[in-house]
């Protein structure tokens, strides 16, 4: 019968470590602004294999938010929210450009993550 108590409270205690684990794996979220001509922040350090999710929004007109290695390519319309997971596998600097023409800054207006 004891053992059977010790058992349960394993089984308790095994439950509560698996719930924590659970909020652990939360990703963390990173709001991201676009407006001409540039992102804010202009620089993202995460770790790699950290769960992160982008969340990105444009503050005046349509732009783009492109990166091939990191694997989106985003329109960014005005009002809306977009949701990005980010890929944080593999170490690296990544440049994040707007693809979207919004005016005569528009070539200069990029980002960088860094998987670190
Ligand atoms: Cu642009």
């Not at 939360?26 to 999710?53: C, D, H, L, T, Y």
């Not at 694997?71 to 997971?85: A, Q, V, Y």
């Amino acid at each position: 019968m004891k053992m059977l108590r010790v058992l349960a409270l394993f089984a308790s205690l095994a439950a509560t470590l698996a719930l924590s684990g659970e909020k652990d794996d939360q990703p963390r979220v990173i709001a991201v602004s676009a407006k001409r001509f540039e992102f804010e922040p202009k620089e993202i350090r995460v770790a790699r294999g950290e769960p992160v999710v982008l969340e990105v929004q444009s503050e005046d007109v349509t732009h783009g938010f492109f990166s091939r290695p990191l694997g989106f390519d985003e329109d960014l319309s005005p009002g809306k929210t977009t949701r990005i997971p980010l890929k944080t596998g593999t170490s690296g600097s990544y440049v994040v450009l707007c693809d979207h023409y919004c005016g005569s800054g528009h070539g200069n207006m990029k980002m960088t993550i860094v998987v670190q």
